[in-house]
């Protein structure tokens, strides 16, 4: 081949393939650059909702090809808010926060927004007088939870029973409203008495143990308990065993009532120990991040979006069980 042939065949065709190979490169190297870095912080890892809720946002930060800071606060409030400094340190570009308890976030959310990152809230939600430091919440109405729960049970029981109360995290959101929504459902049937209410932490070993230890009352008393009402699954659950141990039937003896739907619940409800459940959707992952998305591209958000749920009885868990993904 001659020279000129040589010069042609590499201008016609070499020099535009290593142009086009360097420009991939750099656009490559200028887009990993820009990978975006989310903070979350997490509450823990109390019940298979909260594991299901940390698959949910770990999962899409994956499908998205965001680089996730993830941390557990094991259930402590001061493990979150030094999270979030991390990630106010670290210069994220935003922080999914998912917080334990109402109250005591403004120092930390003012800190945030003073570093210019936004603050999207899951599942729960703060009390807070300024409500600019978060951007926006994505939760289910815990109200509207107690309350589908007291209905069901108000019917169920025809207005008439002595309650015991599992109470959810002290100071948290879902235990606050589930027993204020539980309080307003019941109120138009006075015959429904909730008798003892106590925190079980929500977690399993925190509702079989003030289970059993209501159980043990009642039996001191010589009173009956015709219903049990938990604010999440894992602690019915945890009271169904504390049922069974004293060797009363859980489902019958004394009707169980719980809130969030997960997989284990539906199994106690064909197997007959759990009368109903009341959805409360942990699969945030999505709409977590459309929402870091949206407001990194200067989009206007909504303060809250409320997840929508339903409830579930032993009369459609059968049919349900198999579609669940949680
Ligand atoms: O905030 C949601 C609640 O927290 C869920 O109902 C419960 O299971 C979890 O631990």
Redesign the pocket.
């Known amino acids: 081949m001659s020279r000129f042939w040589i010069r042609r065949t590499f201008i016609a065709f070499i020099a535009p393939l290593l142009a086009a190979l360097g420009a991939a490169q750099e656009s490559g190297g200028a887009k990993s650059t820009r990978k975006l870095t989310v903070g979350f912080s997490q ?2 890892a ?5 594991t299901a ?1 940390t698959e949910s946002i770990r999962g899409e930060a994956v499908k998205r090809g965001v680089h996730l800071r993830f941390t557990d606060a094991q259930q402590k409030q001061e493990n979150q808010i030094k999270a979030i400094r991390t990630f106010i340190a670290q210069k994220v570009s935003a922080i999914i926060l ?1 917080p334990v308890v109402e109250t005591g976030w403004e120092p930390v959310l003012k800190e945030a927004k003073a570093a210019h990152i936004p603050v999207i809230l899951v ?2 939600g703060v009390s807070v007088a300024d409500d600019s430091l978060y951007v926006t919440l994505i ?2 109405d ?1 109200v509207a939870e107690g309350k589908l729960a007291a209905e069901w049970l108000a019917k169920k029981l025809n207005g008439k029973g002595n309650l015991v109360e599992l109470q ?2 002290v100071g ?3 235990a606050i409203d ?1 027993k204020k929504g539980f309080e307003q459902g019941i109120a138009a049937s006075p015959g429904l008495k909730i008798g003892r209410s106590e925190s079980g932490d ?2 399993r070993a925190g509702g079989k143990q003030v289970m059993e230890a209501f159980l043990k009352a009642a039996k001191g008393e010589g009173t009956k308990i015709d219903a049990v009402y938990a ?4 602690m019915a659950l945890g009271a169904i065993q504390a049922i069974q141990e004293a060797g009363l039937k859980p489902g019958s003896d004394i009707i169980v009532v719980s ?2 739907a ?1 997989k284990g619940a539906f199994e106690a409800m064909v197997a007959g120990t759990l009368n109903c459940t009341v959805e ?1 959707n ?1 699969l945030l992952g999505p709409a977590a991040f459309d929402a870091v998305e949206k407001v990194l591209a200067g989009a206007a958000l909504p303060k809250k979006t409320v997840v929508q749920d339903q409830l579930f009885d032993q009369s459609t868990a059968k049919a349900a069980i198999g579609s669940r993904k949680y």
């Open positions: 509450i823990g109390e019940s298979a909702w909260r809720e998912a599942d729960r939760a289910s815990f959810g995290t948290s959101a879902p589930r929500f977690t604010h999440n699954d894992d809130i969030d997960v409360c942990p």
